[in-house]
């Protein structure tokens, strides 16, 4: 056989996979799949999580519990002598976490200070600049002329914000940043230390809680406006039903009838972190990781991301351009009241842009 016929020949399938050889309809068009996934294990993954909430409610902890693994800055012991910042520092963390051949990039985002403070007005704007200076960095790196291949995204995909387990209601400081920072990110707010709440107590505070939300009008995550259809209607109405998530982490390992499990050790028994009966920490694990990572991205890059975008892209026609000799190339024209960019198609959201603006 000469070497050219060689080349020609069909490539085995891979294991595991049944060979189509005898079916003459096979057209094949099923392996972009195995293709997509190829690529995406070459690639790997990013994932940008903010914690949000103030001192004490095991932000660091839930962080380390939800990736098994200290990806969450160390937490430290109380310490008297030790000031509280005066102001919110923002801290990101990265780490790199593999499982099973997968590759994840992981961003922690830490927000110390948040709520700490007796005056505590105005103390989203650190953390709403902080979201806008990621998609504004990334704005600059898409228009660049020489563009990387990859563009960084250190965008921030979801922010979890801590609810105090007060047993009562919202604080004003809890509806003024969920009001205003849905607008411009995915949030997920939790109850933080479930266990310090009975059963009735959490269910009760629960309930106070999505009322309290759809009172303000503060949509968080999953956004019922952005179900794709009917399937997806149906699964991410069971998560509303349960949001806020009650929540207990637990980095330390103990006995439970002889398995090894992640929980808190009491006098009455201990509390496994990932038994549903104990708390809500399985179906939040499950949400960001293992149900709706990939959408959660997704709605940060066509709907948050973008919604910055097009407000900055309509500045730079109305003023000065985004940087010297590059506006020129991204004007936005308006078609039918619509948004065109360099004659790609119309994009719907720029009438929501005066509704969800990611100003401060």
């Known amino acids: ?44 993954f990013e994932l940008n999580i903010m914690v949000v909430g103030q001192s004490g409610l095991g932000k660091s902890t839930l962080m380390n519990t939800l990736f098994k693994s200290k990806v969450s800055r160390k ?34 985002i830490d927000t110390p200070g948040f709520g700490d403070q007796i005056n505590n007005e105005n103390c989203w704007q650190p953390i709403m600049k902080f979201i806008n200076d990621q998609y504004e960095a990334y704005l600059q790196e898409e228009i660049n002329i020489d563009r990387k291949k990859r563009i960084p995204d250190s965008r921030v995909h979801c922010c979890i914000y801590f609810i105090p387990p007060t047993g009562h209601c919202l604080r004003p400081l809890d509806v003024e940043f969920m009001r205003r920072l849905s607008k411009v990110v995915n949030i997920v707010p939790v109850i933080a230390k479930a266990d310090t709440l009975t059963l009735e ?28 259809d009917a399937e997806d209607r149906l699964i991410n109405d069971k998560i509303r039903e349960m949001i806020p998530f009650a929540v207990v982490g637990s ?38 990781i293992r149900t709706h990572m990939q959408n959660i991205k997704d709605i940060t890059g066509s709907i948050h991301y973008e919604m910055y975008r097009v407000r900055r892209l309509n500045e730079s026609n109305a003023g000065p351009g985004l940087a010297p000799g590059q506006a020129p190339t991204l004007v936005p024209a308006h078609t039918n009241g619509q948004t065109k960019v360099n004659g790609g198609p119309p994009n719907g959201m720029a009438a929501q842009c005066e509704v969800l603006t990611h100003e401060m």
């Open 1 to 44: 056989m000469t070497d050219s016929a060689k080349l020609h020949q069909p490539h085995p399938p891979p294991k595991g996979e049944r060979s189509h050889a005898g079916d003459f309809s096979y057209v094949g068009i099923d392996a972009i799949l195995e293709q997509m996934r190829r690529k995406a294990m070459k690639q790997g």
């Open 75 to 108: 937490s430290a012991q109380p310490n008297p002598e030790e000031k509280i910042p005066q102001t919110i520092e923002i801290k990101s963390i990265s780490h790199d976490i593999e499982e099973k051949g997968v590759r994840m990039k992981l961003a922690v």
């Open 201 to 228: 107590e959490r269910d009760d505070f629960k309930q106070t809680i999505r009322e309290e939300l759809r009172a303000n009008g503060i949509d968080v995550y999953p956004q019922k406006e952005f179900d794709e």
């Open 251 to 288: 980095d330390q390992e103990y006995q439970v009838n002889g398995k090894k499990l992640l929980g808190r050790k009491t006098k009455w028994g201990t509390i496994e972190v990932e038994n549903i009966a104990h708390c809500e920490f399985a179906y939040l694990r499950d949400l960001l």
